[in-house]
């Protein structure tokens, strides 16, 4: 009689054990047992001064996608034009679109920027008309980053 007793405990208590395991594996996760970490976003400036003028460049960066950015150039007895870029970062390059304000008319146009160390360089090339009113880059790989815009590494102004 003993023996059937401690049978029936032990094989009670297995039961038990083994439905309480179920229960723990289909059990959902709660919102408060789930953490994200999230990739901050980084920030970075770029300037360049050539004589009498000035282009200025800020970015926000989370992974490799533009999340927000300025970008102004002031040239010498020129209207100034300043704007926001939004695009992606793809290896050492920048592509981004550019909508500004010149003259009193808002334009996009599409603008590269190769990265080198610390330094952005201006690509430029032939452009189109996207037919949107976008102005575009007509043959990417044939852009040249020989220009004089070469904007270096500055502290952001906050």
């Known amino acids: ?3 059937v007793i401690l049978l029936s405990v032990v094989f009670m208590s297995v039961f038990v054990s083994c439905k309480k395991e179920k229960e723990m594996e289909e059990s959902p996760i709660s919102s408060e047992e789930i953490v994200v970490v999230e990739e901050a976003a980084s920030e970075e400036c770029y300037s360049a ?3 009498t003028d000035t282009v200025y460049m800020s970015l ?3 992974g490799n ?3 927000s950015g300025k970008l ?3 040239y010498f007895e020129k ?3 300043e704007g926001t870029l939004a695009g992606e970062i793809k290896g050492d390059t920048l592509f981004a679109e550019y909508t500004f304000m010149s003259e009193g ?3 996009n146009r599409q603008v590269v920027f190769l990265k ?3 330094t952005y360089v201006e690509g430029y090339g032939d452009i189109v008309d996207d037919n949107n009113g976008n102005v575009i880059f007509k043959d990417i790989k044939q852009l040249n980053f020989e220009g004089n815009v070469v904007l270096s590494k500055i502290d952001c102004k906050m």
């Open 1 to 3: 009689m003993k023996k």
């Open 49 to 51: 001064i050539m004589k």
């Open 60 to 62: 926000k960066v989370k």
């Open 65 to 67: 996608q533009i999340t």
């Open 72 to 74: 102004s150039y002031n």
């Open 79 to 81: 209207d100034k034009n």
């Open 105 to 107: 008319v808002t334009s």
């Open 116 to 118: 080198k160390g610390n």
